[in-house]
């Protein structure tokens, strides 16, 4: 599917007028997305996902994707940019908005159906009351996160399986992937990440993440601008995992310092050299010989060639300049 990478931009989506969902500002808003700035993120995007779907083979013909809508500024980003390369993919294919209605208390249920009656988008509200669930199960003040997850892909695999979806879309982005890679080295000893594309835990299903191209902040700026119904996504009382808001902080404070980090940590992710790590399961050094074809050769005595940079050069100064 490489016709939404490349599509001509589709025509700017009409303003939302549903009383449900109109935002407080109704001319303000409009005015807004319609301007150059916020025309050229709706693009970036949209481009973004098109090239994910494209690299990753996620969607084709005759396809039924089901959207995991939660409420998020992330979940309603991945809706609008699928629906809009819908109606102009060289494929057919079938969307169906998802919500799982857990029970929480504060819960605004009547928000996402009026939403999405508002866009005009197939959908399916599931009511399952995992948090009663959940509150039983775990202790106060330990993190439900965990069994909490466990039951809602239960639910979102059988629901799926009952609507003859082929495709389950997720809204995690590039900075999900990124922060599960640095979890996964830093406090599990594993070279893993979020992939784009997975088959689901029982087999039945393809997973898929459109969003796997598109950063956090520009997710946020879009989010923002369509003034979407966001729903906060701590009513269970559930806190932030500590480990993850670490590793959070920490590349958000590389992307200050270090302008251009986080890009080419999101590009070696898809530049793996298996011959150059050392795990057995990936490149047979067992039997490895001179014969062995390579990647990228021997650089067994060479430095690494890196971007100079003028923190590279102050942290050499330190081991090259005499007291």
């Not at 119904?229 to 993850?244: F, K, T, Y």
């Not at 890009?263 to 150059?276: K, L, R």
Request: aromatic share 8%.
């Amino acid at each position: 599917m490489n016709a939404p990478a490349t599509a001509a931009e589709a025509a700017p989506p009409p303003p939302d007028t549903s009383p449900a969902v109109a935002a407080p500002h109704p001319a303000a808003a409009v005015e807004t997305r319609f301007s150059n700035t916020f025309l050229r993120l709706k693009k970036k995007l949209e481009r973004g996902v098109g090239k994910a779907i494209a690299d990753f083979n996620m969607i084709g013909e005759g396809d039924t994707v089901m959207v995991c809508v939660s409420g998020g500024k992330d979940s309603f980003t991945l809706l609008s940019c699928l629906m809009a390369l819908r109606e102009r993919a060289p494929v057919n294919f079938r969307i169906v908005a998802m919500n799982l209605d857990q029970k929480q208390p504060g819960f605004p249920a009547d928000v996402l159906p009026a939403y999405f009656e508002s866009i005009g988008i197939e959908y399916r509200i599931v009511t399952e009351d995992t948090y009663s669930i959940v509150k039983d199960k775990i202790p106060e003040g330990k993190t439900t996160c965990s069994l909490c997850s466990r039951l809602r892909r239960g639910i979102i695999y059988r629901v799926a399986k009952e609507i003859g979806a082929t495709r389950i879309a997720l809204g995690h982005h590039r900075d999900d992937m990124i922060e599960t890679l640095f979890l996964n080295m830093f406090f599990g000893g594993k070279l893993k990440s979020m992939p784009p594309k997975l088959v689901s835990d029982n087999g039945e299903h393809v997973v898929i993440r459109p969003l796997a191209y598109c950063t956090e902040n520009d997710i946020a700026r879009f989010a923002r601008t369509m003034d979407f119904p966001i729903i906060p996504c701590n009513l269970c009382g559930s806190q932030e995992n500590a480990q993850r808001k670490q590793i959070k902080n920490m590349l958000q404070g590389w992307a200050r310092e270090f302008p251009g980090r986080i890009e080419s940590i999101a590009t070696a992710m898809s530049q793996v050299v298996p011959s150059h790590l050392a795990d057995n399961a990936l490149f047979d050094f067992r039997n490895l010989t001179r014969d062995t074809p390579v990647a990228e050769g021997d650089i067994a005595f060479d430095r690494p060639e890196l971007p100079l940079q003028n923190h590279v050069i102050s942290i050499v100064s330190e081991f090259t300049d005499e007291d």
